[in-house]
């Protein structure tokens, strides 16, 4: 194999045999002699008074903030006796007020969740404001938009809802504890960032971080939502408080609904200014994130929904503000899209609406309104790099593959409708400035090698991609390059986080700049072996060879290890590469008007859709999806298909079913996969249509970027703005289930409802749609 083979290759996963065959071993498997079980204690009230509180914050403390608050937690020698035990616990509380609208969250005569905020560590990144329930605001200014909207001919002004979704992964969140004699904490976990875990385990618990060891087997399925410290802490003090016993907590997928976290809902108003010709002068909006009773990473959240406000568009005057608002709900954090999603749910829909009004083509609307790379700048003041990409052919891409402007297929009854719809999106890591990522290449005796590396491995297959960059770097096959399915902080190298769609940019930069390293030292022990310089000497095809001279060569099986003479002399030793990724260019954002450089790259796309619409029953089919992504350099065509189909059914079942819903206490009233629906093999689209640009970024590895959360992001739009595009109906509420979007239809085309209905009755009125 020479150089260059093994990237652009379709490789399969290589953990798919070990998953498909049911061998894989995720936290749930482990088991270790003496294992003790735990079970939570959760809360019956939303807000109240402990009148016996715990002792430690790893519990509620003195109150509970929701309906599912775990306010204690019981250790027996079996999980049955555990589950009696938890039922035997009897809490008394003193009701509070509760506030469960996170407009109403925002009043000063709301009940407050956090009386003590100002007490607590925060970032600098971060704005809370203590004495209210805003746990974060952010606000970006770039121009003046109040004149920009006065310039406008066209203004569009409307509100948009999104309703609480969960992470809905396989695995419920499970961890086993064992906090040793010795000092020492071993954790076994089912999370997607380790080095995050035991960072904050280290720093909240006071424990040095080499006393830590965090390990992190197959994880079945995480989407955000096991990204920051979830039960490791409560388990291991447990662990510590029975003896030094291993404790073992595995949530079920009730207390994963109730006590676990899911993505934030949101409330958004906007006002845009168009002129005539349709460019977009100013965009207005404000985000209120219900956070629930604790926002976790969802602070995050709302800085990326207002610092991406703009999307794939240059608006000169664009200003936002995003609050994260304490209610007495389930806790919320990052989930896949960290707010682009709802941004993007906003911002394509106002620009279909914007192209409807004024009677312009929707494609030509946007490409007029596109970010040049080069020359545009950012509503962040981010000069976009030459290299970043090239929008213009994403949505060129896009409507050639929808076939924009030809009509739509038959509908398959005379009371349903087919049409068309797309979406642009845009997003990079959300991730601060001093993110890091690192690399390690070491060379065994046969000169296979042994990747190591920190970024997790649970579905997106970002590991088998580096392994085929590492592998192109020497010229070996893939299977020649192993990386260990298991993380462990204690031996893997450090990365940051698994988050953002970072992996294969961070960890692979990290991962060729440790080839160099490695190559480095190989050619310099061959230049003394062959007596050649080292610029003369490059390394392939498993050898290290004389350029032009390939016949001058060693195998690389015999200099990895050091090189042997014939008489028995040795000179060099072991191969180990080392390399690292970090940011020289992002920079933390301005505090008040939201001005800098906030990721390290831009992947820009766009998802279409041919949908159809029963106009009796209010239930969307999607017929046939469409995703067209500049990926700079597709290192594994294979994984990349697989990101984008499974990130638009997922994409597709948050947009059209799935929800979270509370009582009027706050509980959650659908905490299984029965009551909370999630997208079946029958909702599936009948045509998956994927389609790469390849503007490769300089200082991505070969040039590539990150998709993994891309995929899932314009995808309700695009749906939304398929059924604008053929009647006119605005659907502002997520999920579009069948209530909402017949509702909908009853009260903005009632017209239509009513011939769908003769139709559908067997009274034969043609159906002529006209929005």
Not at 7 to 34: E, N
Not at 228 to 255: F, I, Q, T, Y
Not at 685 to 710: H, N, S, W, Y
């Amino acid at each position: 194999m020479s150089n260059g083979e093994a990237v652009g290759r379709a490789v399969t996963p290589q953990d798919a045999s070990l998953k498909v065959t049911g061998t894989a071993v995720y936290t749930y498997d482990c088991s270790i002699p003496g294992t003790l079980h735990a079970k939570l204690v959760t809360s019956t009230m939303p807000h109240a008074r402990i009148m016996y509180a715990g002792d430690r914050d790893l519990l509620a403390v003195e109150k509970v903030r929701w309906s599912g608050h775990p306010a204690a937690m019981v250790v027996a020698e079996t999980l049955e006796g555990a589950e009696r035990a938890s039922e035997l616990v009897n809490i008394e509380y003193e009701s509070l007020p509760t506030v469960f609208d996170p407009v109403e969250a925002m009043k000063p005569e709301a009940p407050l969740l956090h009386e003590k905020m100002a007490e607590y560590r925060h970032a600098p990144a971060f704005n809370p404001i203590p004495g209210t329930n805003i746990a974060n605001k952010f606000t970006l200014i770039h121009g003046d938009v109040e004149r920009g909207l006065k310039e406008a001919d066209e203004v569009i002004e409307d509100e948009f809802v999104v309703s609480h979704v969960s992470h809905a992964y396989m695995e419920t969140q499970n961890v086993v504890a064992h906090w040793m004699r010795d000092g020492t904490v071993e954790i076994w976990t089912s999370c997607q960032s380790p080095f995050i875990v035991r960072q904050i385990m280290a720093e909240s618990l006071g424990i040095p971080y080499n006393k830590i060891v965090i390990k992190t087997p197959f994880v079945g399925g995480g989407f955000g939502g096991k990204a920051g410290l979830g039960w490791e802490a409560l388990v291991a003090m447990a662990s510590k408080l029975v003896g030094c016993r291993p404790v073992k907590l595995v949530l079920s997928r009730k207390e994963n609904f109730s006590s676990g976290a899911s993505r934030e809902g949101v409330v958004a108003h906007v006002r845009a200014g168009f002129k005539r010709d349709g460019r977009c002068l100013a965009y207005k909006v404000r985000f209120v994130l219900d956070a629930g009773a604790y926002a976790d990473y969802t602070v995050n959240v709302g800085r990326a929904m207002g610092y991406s406000a703009e999307g794939v568009y240059e608006i000169p005057n664009v200003y936002c503000e995003s609050y994260a608002v304490y209610t007495n709900k389930i806790p919320t954090t990052a989930m896949r899209g960290f707010g682009y999603a709802e941004s993007n749910w906003v911002l394509e829909q106002v620009f279909e609406r914007a192209a409807k009004k004024l009677g312009i083509d929707s494609a030509v609307l946007r490409r007029m309104n596109l970010l040049k790379p080069g020359e545009s700048h950012t509503a962040t003041g981010e000069k976009l790099r030459e290299d970043v990409g090239d929008p213009r052919k994403v949505l060129q891409t896009l409507l050639k593959e929808l076939g924009w402007g030809e009509k739509s297929s038959p509908p398959s009854q005379s009371w349903k409708i087919r049409s068309k719809g797309f979406a642009l999106c845009v997003k990079g890591p959300s991730q601060p400035p001093n993110a890091s990522a690192s690399a390690i290449v070491k060379f065994n005796e046969d000169a296979t090698i042994d990747l190591v590396v920190g970024t997790g491995n649970f579905g997106q297959g970002t590991v088998t991609a580096l392994s085929q960059l590492v592998a192109d770097q020497f010229g070996i096959s893939v299977e020649r390059v192993r990386v260990d399915l298991t993380r462990d902080t204690s031996k893997s190298a450090y990365t940051w986080q698994t988050v953002g769609s970072r992996g294969l940019f961070t960890d692979g930069t990290a991962s060729l700049r440790a080839c160099e390293d490695a190559k480095r030292q190989i050619t310099d022990l061959a230049s003394q072996v062959l007596r050649i310089p080292v610029e003369q000497l490059e390394v392939g095809e498993g050898e290290v060879k004389v350029k032009g001279r390939p016949w001058m060569n060693i195998r690389l099986k015999d200099i990895v290890f050091g090189y042997v003479y014939p008489n028995g002399n040795t000179v060099g030793g072991p191969i180990i590469g080392r390399g690292y990724f970090s940011s020289s260019l992002t920079t933390y954002l301005d505090p008040t008007t939201g001005q800098g450089i906030p990721t390290i790259f831009h992947t820009f796309g766009g998802t279409a859709v041919e949908v159809e619409l029963d106009l009796v029953t209010g239930s969307i089919e999607v017929q046939k999806a469409i995703q067209v992504f500049d990926v700079g350099k597709a290192i594994n065509p294979l994984l990349l298909r697989m990101q984008l189909d499974g990130g638009f059914v997922m994409g597709m079942s948050i947009a059209l079913f799935e929800q979270v819903k509370f009582d009027d206490q706050g509980w959650v009233v659908n905490p299984n996969f029965s009551g909370y629906y999630i997208a079946r093999m029958k909702d599936i689209p009948k045509e998956f249509v994927a389609a790469f640009v390849e503007t490769p970024q300089f200082d991505g590895p070969m040039g590539a970027r990150g998709i993994g959360e891309l995929s899932m992001i314009s995808v309700a739009s695009a749906i939304s703005n398929a059924i604008l595009e053929a009647t006119g109906i605005k659907l502002n509420n997520l999920p579009m289930n069948p209530e909402t979007v017949w509702r909908a239809i009853k009260e903005q085309r009632p017209d239509l409802l009513t011939k769908a209905m003769e139709s559908y009755s067997g009274v034969e009125t043609p159906l002529r749609v006209t929005s």
